[in-house]
């Protein structure tokens, strides 16, 4: 790796860091609100550093936005759940790590000379978008769901339905959204780091 390619790496590492931070500590700059949804973007960005910069780098920007997750739970909370839930790094750090690892792989591994590239960074932002929303929905049933259904005042057994319906509503067109973004930020990010 010449010194240009290592200078542009370290870089956009610390700028993409810069951006999960501002946008998961600034209302609004890392969420979408439309009608009664309020849609995440900030995966976006994990999922361009996993494109643009690789597996190790989509997982350290993902741990970022995690850790931070993780430490607002505790000292500034978003909902009066996030005490209970996202103070549990299975459920607010390791889906964000695991978002910039798919969508790597899907990107450079699986999807690698099948299919252009402006559809691999589609698929793999469909796709890392996919991980956060089903692992995070995922990890709150299975480790929190009585709480959870409490704080949303629902029988448990009205739980599941609830939140198939998130992924269907939110989780679907947060995936869209990735997909759409993913390609127009990640491809001339991508042309300045191979020239």
């Given at each position: 790796m010449n010194n240009n390619n290592k200078t542009f790496r370290i870089v956009l590492v610390g700028m993409l860091s810069a951006i999960i931070i501002i946008q998961t500590t600034i209302p609004f700059l890392g969420y979408i609100p439309i009608g009664p949804l309020s849609l995440t973007i900030i995966q976006v960005t994990v999922i361009i550093a996993a494109i643009v910069l690789g597996t190790k780098e989509g997982a350290i920007i993902g741990g970022i936005?995690?850790?931070?997750?993780?430490?607002?739970?505790?000292?500034?909370?978003?909902?009066?759940?996030?005490?209970?839930?996202?103070?549990?790094p299975l459920v607010s750090v390791l889906p964000r790590i695991l978002i910039g690892v798919v969508a790597a792989y899907v990107f450079h591994r699986l999807l690698s000379g099948k299919l252009n590239e402006t559809v691999r960074m589609s698929v793999a932002g469909v796709l890392?978008?996919?991980?956060?929303?089903?692992?995070v929905l995922g990890f709150i049933y299975l480790f929190y769901r009585e709480p959870y259904a409490n704080f949303l005042k629902m029988d448990l057994e009205q739980l599941l339905p609830a939140l198939l319906t998130i992924v269907a509503t939110n989780g679907i067109t947060e995936a869209i959204l990735s997909g759409v973004f993913t390609p127009i930020i990640s491809k001339p990010l991508l042309r300045m780091r191979k020239k």
């Amino acid at each position: 790796m010449n010194n240009n390619n290592k200078t542009f790496r370290i870089v956009l590492v610390g700028m993409l860091s810069a951006i999960i931070i501002i946008q998961t500590t600034i209302p609004f700059l890392g969420y979408i609100p439309i009608g009664p949804l309020s849609l995440t973007i900030i995966q976006v960005t994990v999922i361009i550093a996993a494109i643009v910069l690789g597996t190790k780098e989509g997982a350290i920007i993902g741990g970022i936005w995690g850790f931070i997750t993780f430490i607002r739970a505790f000292v500034a909370p978003t909902s009066l759940i996030a005490p209970i839930v996202f103070t549990n790094p299975l459920v607010s750090v390791l889906p964000r790590i695991l978002i910039g690892v798919v969508a790597a792989y899907v990107f450079h591994r699986l999807l690698s000379g099948k299919l252009n590239e402006t559809v691999r960074m589609s698929v793999a932002g469909v796709l890392g978008s996919l991980t956060n929303t089903v692992l995070v929905l995922g990890f709150i049933y299975l480790f929190y769901r009585e709480p959870y259904a409490n704080f949303l005042k629902m029988d448990l057994e009205q739980l599941l339905p609830a939140l198939l319906t998130i992924v269907a509503t939110n989780g679907i067109t947060e995936a869209i959204l990735s997909g759409v973004f993913t390609p127009i930020i990640s491809k001339p990010l991508l042309r300045m780091r191979k020239k």
